[in-house]
């Protein structure tokens, strides 16, 4: 070989690798614009089936139901499923789903079982079948999904329901039927057929609805003074917007979402009278409603000294900060400042008529910028030091800013920890504690989940990750959330605190999004986001973002991308440090937007139980969920 072509070879080989290098990368980025078309098009091909199988239960029409279902519908493995009570106990009943024989199944048989569910049922007051994954795609014609059926209404508690019944109401008992099913998909024509399923679980849960009682009687939550007449409970509350969204200085012109959630809702006795009393925060006129121990509650808010209009208010905390027996209150404010008050007697001659007085000014709380941004905050004694602290947690700026990715934001205005220094007056020691939590913040909550005799803290973030703070003992905190296994990636709204296993510590539970969209967080999409980000120039903005998922989860996007948008999360506590999410084997990641959460023992059974508040309806479809 001559001198020359040697040169050659040497000076060509970086330009082939190169060349290479490029087309393999073309050939990569092809290839997942590809599988993300595919995985779009399957999921609304399937959304369209599941869709008219829905229709057809609404309607009691079983030649509509069984539309769905390809002609040579065959399965060895599904068999006839019936419910099997599991318990009863106040008048609520919890079947599951258990199959009664198997054997080979064909469309007749299907809809002889469908036929026979239907007429069990009198009413229908909603109806889902969601797509919940894409498992499998085999090329043009064939598919595997999971799909969720969820069923509400009324049916004959004796089990068939007849068409004189439906007319009249007669024999009716409130029912919720939840069922995963496995589908196989075949393409027929324009349309997907099911040409094979299983049931993964189901269960049902049946009851009088007599547990409680409403007392409200109103039913526009966004009511006007004038709308609606008063609760027998005295409670007439109306949510308003926040004013300071209509003004120019305010209107939350990039993000204007922000506007539909105003506010929540504490429960306390903040006159020490041993009945718990209402505080509604809201976007224009918090309230508050004393209880007046006989069922009935009157509206205090003036009479204790609490001012008219308080635009912002996002969260109200009562809790004795100065150690007096009384609870003060913290009102944390989105548009302006937050403000702390003083509990404080009427009067020297009234000392059991309570009032409020506020201290804001002298307290060392000042707001960030022309707001203060907090949507949640929580009171605990983080330094063991006798009195209570405070924890801020705050959202973004929606004038400005807009989640950076819909799954891992962290462009939030920051959480702040106020040390209570005593006689109302607290430091901003954020810094010193080493919390640097940026995420958009939706829920607080305290509890020593060590056992180490100091308080750690969950903080729940809206578009992915949720933070494990565990208290060091000496005034810092340290995440933990990947070691401890307590990492999640989800839409954050809440978190609570609670011994849900009795085994003498404590476990948590996180409210997040489960979307009927979940299919669409799966691999294919997060890598076509991916590439988003690389073909608008915004990955070296984003690539922090990246790195942090990838610390936490290493390649693995497919299970990022379910875990994102998977629904609340329940997670156990092994007491040596480790969590284990149990939200699938428990049954406690329904479907749904959940906002707020919490435990109690309901039903006085010595275990905690769970409630959970959901809802965002848009009021196009209630197909929304």
Not at 23 to 48: H, P, R, V
Not at 85 to 111: C, F, H, M, N
Not at 117 to 144: C, F, N, P, Q, W
Not at 171 to 192: I, S
Request: charged residues 25%.
């Amino acid at each position: 070989m001559s001198k020359r072509q040697k040169r050659v070879i040497l000076y060509s080989s970086p330009l082939v690798v190169l060349l290479l290098i490029i087309g393999f990368g073309k050939l990569k980025l092809d290839q997942i614009e590809s599988n993300a078309q595919q995985l779009a098009q399957m999921g609304q091909a399937a959304q369209k089936t599941l869709g008219e199988f829905r229709t057809g239960v609404e309607k009691f029409d079983v030649e509509k139901v069984l539309s769905c279902y390809d002609d040579q519908y065959a399965s060895d493995r599904e068999g006839f499923s019936e419910e099997q009570l599991q318990s009863e106990r106040d008048g609520v009943r919890v079947y599951r789903w258990q199959p009664t024989r198997e054997k080979p199944t064909s469309k007749p048989d299907i809809a002889a079982e469908i036929g026979r569910y239907l007429k069990t049922m009198s009413t229908v007051e909603e109806a889902k079948l969601k797509l919940d994954s894409v498992e499998r795609i085999d090329g043009a014609e064939h598919a595997v999904i999971r799909s969720f059926l969820w069923l509400r209404g009324t049916r004959d508690a004796n089990g068939v329901a007849t068409r004189n019944d439906r007319a009249r109401g007669e024999g009716k008992e409130a029912f919720e039927t939840q069922v995963l099913f496995r589908m196989w998909l075949r393409a027929d024509g324009n349309a997907w057929k099911i040409r094979r399923q299983e049931m993964i679980r189901g269960t049902t849960v049946t009851g009088d609805r007599r547990g409680f009682t409403d007392l409200w009687g109103r039913s526009n939550f966004y009511a006007s003074e004038a709308d609606g007449a008063a609760s027998s409970a005295g409670i007439d509350f109306a949510s308003r917007f926040n004013p300071n969204f209509l003004t120019s200085a305010w209107k939350p012109k990039t993000f204007e979402i922000i506007k539909y959630g105003p506010a929540g809702v504490s429960a306390m006795d903040y006159d020490d009278d041993g009945w718990y009393d209402v505080f509604f925060a809201d976007g224009e006129r918090p309230r508050l409603y004393r209880n007046r121990g006989d069922g009935t509650f009157t509206d205090a808010t003036l009479d204790v000294g609490l001012p008219e209009t308080m635009p912002g208010v996002n969260v109200g905390i009562f809790a004795d900060f100065d150690n007096d027996g009384y609870k003060d209150a913290f009102f944390g404010c989105f548009t302006d400042s937050s403000r702390l008050f003083r509990n404080v007697a009427a009067s020297p001659e009234q000392a059991a008529r309570r009032k409020f007085v506020e201290v804001t000014d002298t307290s060392g709380i000042v707001k960030k910028g022309d707001g203060d941004f907090v949507v949640v905050a929580s009171a605990a004694d983080y330094d063991n030091d006798g009195d209570l602290d405070l924890y801020t947690g705050r959202y973004l700026d929606p004038r400005r800013h807009l989640p950076t990715t819909l799954f891992y934001t962290r462009n939030g205005e920051g959480n702040s920890l106020l040390r209570n220094d005593g006689n109302f007056h607290f430091t901003d020691v954020t810094r010193e504690a080493g919390i640097d939590e940026t995420g958009l913040t939706l829920g607080v909550a305290w509890g020593d989940y060590d056992s180490d005799n100091d308080l750690d803290m969950y903080v729940a973030n809206d578009f992915g990750r949720d933070s494990l703070l565990r208290n060091n003992g000496n005034g810092t905190f340290s995440d933990v959330s990947k070691e401890s296994n307590a990492f999640d990636p989800g839409y954050g709204m809440s978190s609570t605190w609670g011994d849900i296993d009795n085994d003498g510590d404590l476990d948590i539970y996180v409210s997040d999004v489960h979307s009927g969209q979940r299919w669409y967080g799966q691999a294919a999409t997060l890598y076509k986001y991916l590439l988003t980000s690389v073909r608008q120039g915004t990955i070296f903005e984003d690539l922090p973002v990246y790195k942090e998922i990838y610390d936490h989860v290493g390649a693995d996007w497919s299970t990022y991308g379910d875990k994102t948008v998977k629904g609340n999360a329940l997670y156990l506590n092994d007491g040596n440090g480790k969590f284990t999410d149990v939200s699938e084997a428990t049954n406690t990641n329904p479907y749904g937007w959940y906002w707020s959460s919490t435990m109690f023992d309901y039903d006085n059974d010595g275990r905690q139980d769970i409630y959970a508040a959901n809802g965002w309806i848009t009021s196009k479809s209630t197909q929304d969920l």
